[in-house]
């Protein structure tokens, strides 16, 4: 039996052993490095290549996330990133949206590619080899459970044996077990020898391709385009102009807001607008400069215009950045003012992208991977954080008499807030009904945790079962 086959099956059992009825704890993290230790072994060559070290450590930080934070965001990183490693293991060159495309589609036909190799290998030369393979796996698994059999008739035959053995649970051992197995061993198989569909192979590799002037188009379409780009930007640059020193105005000299206008309208309509408009022109700028007007010496212009605008698209984006902020200081910290700071963050750097495609002649594709990698980057970034006991703490210090405290919105958070809200039991200030909702919270993540095996074992249940102990004992 070949090597990879043997730890392909050895994987599948550990995958089984740390996944199977167990929740989300340092199983990732022993998962995460069992997958690195195999991919190594499956192309050796790689511990050489420091773009899969990058992401072997990205993998690693998303699953000390998951054991440290426990939070969902850290378990999707922690996903992605082995996808994203496990398809980047055969193929360097693929970018990082491309090969969790390929992850995707090896897990997904993991059981196809499979039984289809099992039908190859059963050629003529191969024939015998998949015989005493089969004839192996057969016998170790009709020993294992003749081993089972006979263990199970022994304790029933002598109460002595049951009892000494009464500390040997084999519940574990059925058919859901046999099946979650079989489901570790293909996804196993999908990570460890990871599929790419061929004509997207060739798309990337000739779309990520700098633009090359082949001057070939019409010098009349050229001057269409030129006219058309100078004229919009310049009207769109007139536009930001008058909306950014409307906001300077408002923003650093007068620091208040308009007369009849709400905060909530100054930040949530703004945002999601000026995330739209930036989409749209950035699209615009790479339809523009998708081919010869790279090149061409009277297009000049234009590019600096796109430079204009992008510089001044960068300034509306850091004044609604400071508008979010005046709106948590008036109100509280929330997911969703966290989510505006992340989505403003992206538009930065595609902006930044965009200068660097059009300054550059990269091609559409390359700016549209370089996002993506960008968004994966900050992904990884935001993983290692409790963003429940952020907003938690933050919401406590921050609450006063006339921004009082939002308990209703802390309990509907996970419990990675129980440590806070157990030093609010102890505030003379806090109610007897807030009090009880809290108690009520304390319980149900008691009841939820108390169970838990050690796979399932993470920091964050350590320090809310401290966080109770000390409460309780006080």
């Not at 919401?395 to 509907?412: G, M, R, V, W």
Request: proline letters at 2%; a positive charge; hydrophobic letters at 50%.
């Amino acid at each position: 039996m070949k090597k990879n086959d043997v730890l392909l099956l050895c994987s599948a059992i550990g995958f089984s052993g740390l996944f199977y009825q167990q929740l989300a704890g340092i199983n990732y993290v022993i998962f995460t490095l069992m997958v690195l230790l195999c991919l190594l072994l499956f192309k050796p060559e790689n511990k050489n290549n420091p773009s899969w070290w990058i992401l072997a450590a990205c993998s690693l930080v998303a699953a000390l996330s998951v054991y440290f934070t426990n939070s969902q965001l850290s378990v999707l990183a922690t996903i992605i990133s082995l996808l994203v490693l496990s398809s980047k293991n055969i193929n360097r060159e693929n970018s990082i949206l491309l090969s969790f495309l390929f992850a995707c589609f090896s897990l997904l036909s993991a059981l196809v590619f499979w039984i289809a190799s099992l039908l190859e290998n059963n050629t003529e030369d191969g024939a015998t080899t998949t015989k005493k393979n089969w004839k192996f796996i057969g016998t170790i698994t009709l020993s294992a459970l003749l081993l089972l059999l006979f263990f199970n008739l022994y304790r029933l035959s002598n109460p002595l044996f049951a009892d000494f053995t009464k500390c040997i649970n084999l519940d574990w051992l059925s058919i859901g077990w046999l099946f979650f197995t079989f489901f570790g061993f293909l996804v196993m198989y999908g990570l460890l020898k990871s599929k790419s569909i061929t004509r997207l192979q060739l798309f990337e590799n000739k779309a990520k391709q700098d633009i090359q002037n082949d001057s070939t188009n019409d010098e009349k379409h050229d001057e269409q385009l030129i006219w058309i780009g100078s004229i919009l930007f310049a009207c769109l640059n007139l536009m930001l102009l008058f909306l950014n020193g409307l906001d300077v105005v408002n923003i650093y000299i007068s620091q208040k807001l308009p007369a009849g206008i709400t905060l909530s309208n100054f930040v949530h309509e703004a945002v999601w607008s000026t995330v739209f408009s930036i989409i749209i022109a950035a699209g615009l700028i790479a339809w523009l400069f998708k081919g010869e007007l790279n090149f061409v010496k009277a297009a000049q212009k234009i590019k600096y215009l796109i430079y204009f605008w992008i510089a001044q698209s960068m300034l509306v984006v850091i004044n609604t950045m400071v508008r979010n902020s005046w709106y948590i200081q008036q109100y509280q910290l929330s997911y969703l003012r966290i989510g505006v700071f992340v989505f403003l963050i992206l538009c930065l750097a595609g902006l930044l992208l965009t200068y660097y495609k059009v300054a550059k002649q990269k091609s559409v594709w390359n700016l549209f991977t370089s996002n993506v990698a960008i968004w994966y980057t900050l992904l990884i970034i935001a993983a290692p954080f409790n963003w429940d006991q952020v907003i938690t703490r933050y919401n406590i210090e921050h609450a006063s008499k006339t921004k009082p405290l939002d308990l209703y919105y802390l309990y509907y958070l996970s419990d990675a807030n129980i440590p806070e809200l157990c030093s609010l039991l102890k505030r003379a200030d806090v109610n007897k009904s807030d009090k009880r909702f809290i108690y009520t919270k304390l319980r149900a993540t008691y009841l939820h945790d108390r169970y838990r095996t050690w796979p399932s074992n993470n920091y964050r249940i350590t320090q809310n079962t401290k966080a109770m102990l000390h409460l309780f004992e006080n």
